[in-house]
């Protein structure tokens, strides 16, 4: 063919094939609170994780555009960075356990961006709630019944009085 007329077919190609989407990265960070209480300082992934029993991190992102990606990343590396198509994406962060089940008494964390083409967008590091005094497998007020065994906690995961 002409050589004039190759880059036209390519645009024409591009458009035809989704696979031509340019991509980008996002990095999304986590840390901790460490203690349920107003002012709780800030703890690292790398201290936080084994303090409030989470290992692993589910990651779940979707874009404008109806993308998506999932990665179940590992608490204590503290951030996981994804190529995804360019777009606007938003990422929502769980807590899991050592068995990969979502840990229901932290609160889900949500951030969203825009990716650009060939970069890494930063997002801001989310920060998740420790565990509810009732699910943190401690006695909290050391009376010899832990979590939910405490009346207390009057059979509520998400208790904060025991
Ligand atoms: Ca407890
Ligand atoms: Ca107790």
Do not use: K
């Not at 094939?17 to 790398?46: E, H």
């Not at 990606?69 to 960075?81: E, F, H, K, M």
């Not at 769980?94 to 609160?107: G, K």
């Not at 979590?147 to 208790?159: E, Q, T």
């Amino acid at each position: 063919m002409p050589r004039s007329l190759a880059p036209g077919l390519c645009a024409m190609a591009a458009l035809a094939i989704a696979g031509c989407t340019q991509n980008g990265s996002y990095r999304v960070s986590w840390n901790f609170l460490a203690d349920a209480g107003p002012g709780a300082a800030v703890q690292s992934a790398a201290e936080g994780c084994g303090q409030h029993g989470v290992d692993a991190i589910f990651v779940t992102a979707v874009d404008t555009s109806a993308d998506g990606d999932q990665v179940l990343a590992i608490c204590t590396l503290g951030q996981v960075t994804r190529s995804v198509p360019a777009g606007n994406w938003t990422i929502q962060i769980q807590a899991a356990d050592a068995q990969a089940t979502l840990i229901p008494s932290i609160a889900t964390q949500m951030v969203s961006g825009v990716v650009g083409d060939g970069a890494v967008t930063e997002l801001a590091v989310l920060t998740l709630p420790p565990r509810p005094a009732c699910s943190d497998g401690i006695d909290n007020d050391r009376d010899g019944l832990v979590d939910l065994a405490d009346p207390d906690c009057a059979g509520d995961l998400r208790g904060i009085h025991e």
